[in-house]
């Protein structure tokens, strides 16, 4: 399951204001609004977009990589 908070801490660590993002991530600014508030669920182009515009992992952005980085 998509994120939306680890979105919103990439995109923060990374400098970038939510119109910022938008512009580097090819998607709209109400694209990246409604994800970093949970009421839109990403595809897979769209995390596609957010991971080569913030340099993070993929998986990052979902509910399982902080235990799978536990489990190791």
């Not at 995109?11 to 694209?31: D, N």
């Not at 957010?50 to 190791?72: E, G, I, Q, T, W």
Request: glycine letters at 6%.
């Amino acid at each position: 399951m998509f994120n939306s908070k680890r979105l919103s801490l990439a995109r923060k660590r990374r400098g970038l204001t939510g119109k910022g993002l938008a512009e580097k991530a090819k998607l709209s600014p109400v694209t990246v609004s409604r994800l970093e508030n949970g009421t839109q669920d990403p595809d897979d182009d769209t995390v596609a977009c957010l991971v080569n515009a913030l340099d993070y992992p993929k998986d990052f952005f979902f509910d399982d990589f902080l235990r799978s980085r536990l489990s190791k």
